[in-house]
Antibody, heavy 122, light 106 residues
């Protein structure tokens, strides 16, 4: 059974850093691209970042470019999101999601974790 | 960035109804359009990818169509568990933007 479990969410102050982790199980992580998507509770979805199976292709939303860094450790079945210079508008539930492809094709996200909540106070 | 606009933002329907949700892209995205269902307090679930491909395990009452800038999600006969929120997402270019969502209500 595919499982994605996010961790690392917390209440932090404006300008501080946070590192999110996603533990993957039930599939071969190194066969698939992975993504982070965030959602303000009760609101819409925003794609944040994605990384191909071998980290050779990485993308970010403009709203986080230069502040967030996505990475992965396939040997440890883990995905990460380093979040620096946090802003109140980064407050959201952050989901880790698995792609149906390796990263060479347009993304479609077939499995999602339950999310980890990041709250940035001013 | 490509803007995705869903219509309607909400709709009322009954069990057994045929329902259609529309998603329009601000520029052509070929057929690179996904549909997700999200129930309250849960993560999104992939229903349709590449405009018309039914994800494994998704009931056949769900279907998708369209290309270019206009796409539709159709539920042929609404079931009680379908009363929830649906999002489209373009996968044509980074950033992979979502529509604002359509809430299907009784």
């Amino acid at each position: 059974e595919v499982q994605l479990v996010e961790s690392g969410g917390a209440l932090v102050q404006l300008g501080r850093s946070l590192r999110l982790s996603c533990a993957a199980s039930g599939f071969n992580l190194d066969d698939y691209a992975m993504h982070w998507v965030r959602q303000i509770p009760g609101k819409g979805l925003e794609w944040v970042s994605g990384i191909s199976w071998n980290s050779g292709s990485i993308g970010y939303a403009d709203s986080v470019k230069g502040r967030f860094t996505i990475s992965r450790d396939n040997a440890k079945n883990s995905l990460f999101l380093q979040m620096n210079s946090l802003r109140p508008e980064d407050t959201a539930l952050y989901y880790c999601a698995k792609d149906i492809y390796s990263g060479s094709q347009p993304p479609s996200l077939d499995y999602w974790g339950q999310g980890t909540l990041v709250t940035v106070s001013s | 960035d490509i803007q995705m606009t869903q219509t309607p933002s909400s709709l009322s329907a009954s069990v057994g109804d045929r329902v259609t949700v529309t998603c329009r892209a601000s520029q052509s995205i070929n057929f690179f359009l996904n549909w997700y269902q999200q129930k309250s307090g849960k993560a999104p679930k992939l229903l349709i990818y590449a405009a018309s491909n039914l994800q494994s395990g998704v009931p056949s009452r769900f279907s998708g169509s369209g290309s270019g800038t206009e796409f539709t999600l159709t539920i042929s006969s609404l079931q009680p568990e379908d009363f929830t929120t649906y999002f489209c997402q373009q996968s044509y270019s980074n950033p992979y933007t979502f529509g604002q969502g359509t809430r299907v209500e009784i």
